[in-house]
């Protein structure tokens, strides 16, 4: 139950997707044993948190019952995995499949590539702190060419009235 409040956090509209780069909020918002609410956990720990589940992302989502299946089955300590073959995992993985089909391979490929949830998170989390780099130098750049001018315009207004005092002294 507690999970499923959790994901209705993010998924208002009742959603069976969520995006990979909000997995990581939505364990912080998880009770223990599922989560870490209330714990003080940085993203490196985190996405080794996110690696360890095996979640396969689906086109930057991840699928409500594949993360809980995998919350609950390093909760159990168990590998439930071997239950694949229950009715249940069944019809969990045709939905998966009918909903998102497995990516076809570009022609040049030799195969078609999956990726992890954790793969996922942590290239967004590259991605994002590369924009902040770029960001940050385009900004850093754009002051000190703002500070340059702003002497320069000093420079220019000093000058004029050094000028204009110095014709004053004139007869």
Not at 13 to 41: A, N, R, S, V, W
């Amino acid at each position: 139950e507690g999970f499923r409040l959790a994901w209705a956090n993010f998924c208002p509209h009742g959603e069976l997707f969520l995006p990979t780069h909000k997995l990581h909020l939505l364990l912080c918002q998880l009770d223990p044993p599922l989560g870490f609410k209330g714990e003080i956990m940085d993203k490196q720990q985190l996405l080794h948190v996110i690696a360890n589940l095996g979640l396969k992302d689906h086109r930057g989502r991840v699928h409500f019952t594949e993360v809980l299946w995998s919350l609950a089955s390093c909760v159990s300590g168990e590998d439930l995995g071997t239950f694949a073959d229950f009715e249940v995992m069944r019809a969990i993985n045709k939905t998966i499949t009918r909903l998102l089909p497995v990516p076809k391979r570009a022609p040049h490929l030799r195969r078609a590539y999956m990726y992890s949830a954790a793969q996922v998170a942590s290239v967004i989390r590259i991605q994002a702190a590369w924009r902040g780099m770029k960001l940050r130098m385009f900004w850093r750049e754009t002051m000190m060419l703002a500070r340059e001018e702003a002497e320069k315009k000093k420079e220019v207004e000093d000058a004029v009235a050094q000028e204009l005092a110095n014709e004053g002294d004139l007869p």
